[in-house]
């Protein structure tokens, strides 16, 4: 093998081995979890892209109609879950009360994970943050996750 050809293997090793703990991390049914870190907004119809397919059901927001986002047995009590299309976590703090926020991590714009874990964790830094509120309860994001409007019928979440 030549000196260059020993490179070139070596950068390879070197980006599967740094791509698959990202991968690994961010893994969802949405290839997308990585998102613009400078967008740390709340979703709105625009944010959404409407060419992305959505693996669970979820739609992307469309201007003027509600977007579903999940169902209420999707929610853990004590948990989280994320429409992983919409870009929005549902909670649950309490049996029955649903809130919901920007799924986009304030730090550097992860999508945040799923859980039922009593937080919403973000899988690249580990910041955590409220059920309640969005607020950050540790790890390097400082901000809170931003409020998404959402109405349940039923048992259907949508976003208003
Ligand atoms: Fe979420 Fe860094 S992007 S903790």
Request: aromatic letters at 2%; a negative charge; proline letters at 9%.
């Amino acid at each position: 093998m030549t000196a260059i050809n020993r490179r070139r293997a070596l950068t390879g090793s070197a980006a599967i081995a740094v791509g698959v703990p990202v991968l690994a991390a961010c893994s969802s049914d949405d290839a997308s979890t990585a998102a613009d870190p400078t967008d740390s907004s709340s979703p709105s119809p625009s944010d959404a892209s409407p060419s992305q397919p959505s693996a669970d059901g979820t739609q992307t927001p469309s201007e003027g109609s509600a977007a579903a986002l999940a169902s209420t047995g999707d929610v853990p009590v004590g948990g989280c879950f994320v429409a992983t299309g919409a870009k929005v976590v549902v909670t649950q703090p309490t049996e029955g009360d649903f809130k919901a926020f920007s799924a986009v991590c304030t730090h550097q714009g992860c999508l945040v994970e799923s859980s039922s874990e009593g937080e919403i964790p973000c899988p690249c830094h580990l910041s955590r943050f409220s059920l309640e509120d969005g607020s950050p309860v540790s790890g390097p994001a400082t901000a809170a996750l931003a409020p998404v409007e959402i109405s349940v019928d039923g048992d259907s979440i949508t976003q208003a």
